[in-house]
C-alpha cells in the first residue's frame, strides 16, 4: 500500500512539474500588467484564468512538494497574480470628487458629536483664558512671546506693519504650512488616547483667549478682532474639526467595542482622516487670506466681515457636500 | 523579539496567498536610504538655487527673502523632504527606493496596493512614530507588535513585507522511475549549474546525488571517474 502511495505521489508530482511552462507565461503576464496597463479584454480573463491555476497548482506543491524550488516559485507567482488582480483603478480625478462629494459629508454627519463636544471645549478654553489674564494680566507671559507683549504695550498690534517685513506670498505660505501641521498634530495626537487632541485644543484655545483679554487693556481689541475676522472663522472651525477628527480617534481606542482594539482604531483613523483633507483644503484658502486681506490696513471692517464670512459658508458647502454638483438622477 | 509569522491573505480561489511580514531590521534599513536619499536631494536643491539665486559662493538666505527666494529656493527642498514618502509610494505601488533596496512594500490586509488614502494616513502618522526622536515611539511599536506595525501602518491597515526574491522558473522534467520530483530538481539544478561550479565541489556533488538517489550508478563512479561521464550519468538519471 504505502509503495502504491509513494508511487502514486510521484506520478502526481511529475505530472504537476509538467506545467512549468503554465506558471512561466502566468508569471510573465502579471509582471507585465503590474508594471502598465492594458485596456485588452482577453488579457484581464487570461489574468484570472492564471490566478486560478496558480492556486489550484500551488495547493498541490505544497501538499506534494513542500521544501522544493517548484513551491517557493509558485509562492511568489501567485502572490505576484494576487497583487495584480486586486490592484483596484484608481484615478485621482474621480477618487477627489467621490471624497468630497459623498464621503465627506457622511464623516461630518458622524462626527457630529465630535464635533460639537471640540467645539465647546475649545469655546470654553477661550474664555477661560480671557477670564484667567483678565483677572492676571501678568499671567500673559505664559501665552505669549515677550516680543508680542511689548508691541502691544506700546500701543501697537505686533501684526502692524507686517506686511512691510515679509511679503504677502511668503507669509501666506508659512501659515498655511504651519496650520495644516497644526491640525494634523491635533489629528494624530488622537492616538494618545484623545488626551494629545485635548492638549492642542485647550493650548490653542487658552492662547487666544487670553491674548484678546490682554489687547483689550490697550484698547487693541476692536483692531486684533479686524485682523483675524477675515481668515479666523474658518481658521478656528478648523482647528474644531481637526480636535473632532482627533477626539474620533482617541474614543475608538478607549471605546473599541465589539472590534479589537487596533481594528477599531484603523477603522476610525481612516474614516475621521478624510475630514483632514477638506481641512487641508480649507487652511490654504485661510493662509492666502491671512497673507493678503488680513494684514492690509486698507480693507475696511465690513469687507473682512464679507470675506470671513462668506468663506465660512463656503467651508459649511464643502462640509455638506454641496459645494459640488450631483449628477441628477433621470 | 520573534519572528513574524507570515500573512495569510485569504483569496476567492481558497488558497491563502502567504507573504513574509519585514521586522524592524528591513525596515530600518529601508528608512535609511530613503533618508539619505530625500536630505542628499533636498540640499543639492538648496545649494544650487542658494548658489544661483546669490550669484556668489554663498548658502545663506538673503538678509531680506524675498516671494522668489522662498518659493524658487526654500519651498521645493521642504516638499522634496516632507512629501517624499508619499508621493514616491503612491507613484511607485507601496514602494520607495529604499524599501526596494531592502526588498520590502507596503500592502494592504488583502495583500493588494495601498491606496491614497491609506497611503496618506500612513505617511500622517509619521508625527506620532517620529517622537519623541529618532522614531522612538514607531521602533517601540514595532518590536512591540506581532506584525511589527507602527503607529501609522495600525491607522492605515498596511504591513511592510518582503517581496518575495524570483527564483528561477522551475524545468520541466519527465517522470522517472529512481527519482521523486524533488531529486529531479536537484539533478536538474545540479546540471544546469555545471559549468558554473568549480570542477571539484561538481564532482563531489554529483557523486553525492548518485550515492542518494542512484546507489548503483555511484558505485559505478568511483573517485576515478571523469567529469563527462558524472555529468553523462546524472542526464541519464534525470532523463534529459
Known amino acids: 500500500m504505502g509503495g502504491d502511495d509513494t508511487l502514486r505521489e510521484r506520478a502526481l508530482a511529475a505530472s504537476l512539474m509538467k ?52 513551491r517557493e516559485y509558485l509562492e ?61 494680566p501678568e499671567l500673559i507671559a505664559l501665552f505669549a512671546s515677550p516680543d508680542l507683549i511689548a508691541s502691544v504695550e506700546h500701543g501697537r498690534l505686533w501684526t502692524a506693519g507686517l506686511l512691510n517685513v515679509v511679503p504677502s506670498s511668503v507669509l501666506s505660505v508659512q501659515i498655511l504650512a504651519n496650520n495644516i501641521v497644526v491640525s494634523l498634530v491635533a489629528y494624530c495626537a488622537g492616538f494618545f488616547f484623545g488626551l494629545g487632541t485635548l492638549y492642542i485644543l485647550g493650548l490653542n484655545g487658552l492662547m487666544l483667549g487670553a491674548v484678546f483679554a490682554f489687547v483689550s487693556r490697550y484698547g487693541l481689541a476692536g483692531q486684533l478682532l479686524a485682523f483675524i475676522v477675515p481668515h479666523g472663522c474658518v481658521e478656528l472651525s478648523v482647528m474644531c474639526l481637526s480636535g473632532a477628527a482627533g477626539a474620533a480617534v482617541g474614543e475608538a481606542l478607549i471605546r473599541p ?38 494684514p492690509a490696513p486698507h480693507f475696511p471692517l465690513w469687507s473682512r466681515i464679507a470675506i470671513g464670512a462668506g468663506y465660512w459658508l463656503v467651508m459649511l ?8 454638483p450631483r449628477r441628477r438622477a433621470r | 523579539m520573534s519572528r513574524a509569522p507570515d500573512l495569510a491573505v485569504d483569496s476567492v480561489t481558497g488558497i491563502d496567498v502567504s507573504l513574509a511580514v519585514a521586522g524592524p531590521g528591513a525596515r530600518s534599513y529601508a528608512f535609511l536610504i530613503d533618508w539619505n536619499i530625500r536630505l542628499i536631494l533636498a540640499f543639492t536643491w538648496y545649494a544650487l538655487g542658494a548658489l544661483l539665486f546669490n550669484g556668489r559662493l554663498s548658502l545663506a538666505a538673503p538678509a531680506t527673502p524675498s516671494g522668489r527666494w522662498f518659493v524658487l529656493v526654500l519651498l ?7 512629501l517624499y514618502h508619499y508621493v514616491l509610494e503612491l507613484a511607485m505601488g507601496g514602494r520607495t527606493p529604499g524599501k526596494r533596496a531592502a526588498g520590502v512594500h507596503i500592502v494592504t490586509r488583502d495583500g493588494g496596493a495601498p491606496g491614497a488614502g491609506a497611503l496618506l494616513t500612513r505617511n500622517v502618522f509619521r508625527l506620532v512614530d517620529c517622537l519623541p526622536v529618532c522614531y522612538g515611539v514607531g521602533l517601540a511599536a514595532v518590536a512591540l507588535t506581532r506584525e511589527h506595525l507602527r503607529v501609522g501602518d495600525m491607522a492605515a491597515g498596511t504591513l511592510l513585507v518582503y517581496e518575495r526574491a524570483a527564483p528561477a522558473p522551475p524545468a520541466e522534467f519527465r517522470a522517472q522511475g529512481k527519482l521523486d520530483a524533488t531529486g529531479l530538481e536537484i539533478v536538474h539544478e545540479l546540471l544546469a549549474r555545471w559549468a558554473a561550479l568549480e570542477p571539484e565541489a561538481r564532482l563531489a556533488l554529483a557523486r553525492r546525488v548518485l550515492a542518494r538517489y542512484a546507489p548503483g550508478e555511484a558505485a559505478d563512479a568511483g573517485e576515478g571517474s571523469d567529469g563527462e561521464a558524472l555529468r553523462r550519468r546524472l542526464e541519464r538519471l534525470a532523463g534529459a
Open chain 1, 257 to 294: 467595542g465589539q472590534a479589537t482594539r487596533m481594528e477599531s482604531f484603523r477603522v476610525a483613523a481612516l474614516s475621521s482622516g478624510k475630514l483632514l483633507a477638506a481641512c487641508a483644503l480649507l487652511l490654504v484658502g485661510a493662509g492666502l487670506i491671512e497673507g493678503f486681506v488680513s
Open chain 1, 19 to 70: 506545467r512549468a511552462s503554465l506558471w512561466r507565461d502566468a508569471d510573465a503576464r502579471a509582471r507585465r500588467l503590474a508594471r502598465g496597463r492594458t485596456d485588452d479584454a482577453g488579457d484581464a480573463t487570461r489574468m484570472a484564468d492564471d490566478y486560478r491555476l496558480l492556486a489550484h497548482d500551488l495547493a498541490r506543491v505544497r501538499t506534494l512538494l513542500p521544501d522544493s524550488r517548484a
Open chain 1, 317 to 324: 458647502a464643502l462640509l455638506s457636500g454641496r459645494l459640488l
Open chain 1, 76 to 136: 511568489a507567482a501567485y502572490a505576484r497574480a494576487h497583487a495584480t488582480l486586486h490592484h483596484g483603478a484608481w484615478r485621482a480625478g474621480s477618487a477627489l470628487l467621490t471624497l468630497f462629494r459623498d464621503e465627506l459629508p457622511r464623516v461630518v454627519v458622524a462626527l457630529a458629536p465630535y464635533i460639537v463636544w471640540s467645539s465647546a471645549i475649545f469655546v470654553l478654553t477661550v474664555v477661560a483664558g480671557y477670564a484667567l489674564v483678565h483677572r492676571y
Open chain 2, 76 to 82: 521645493p527642498p521642504a516638499a522634496i523632504y516632507f
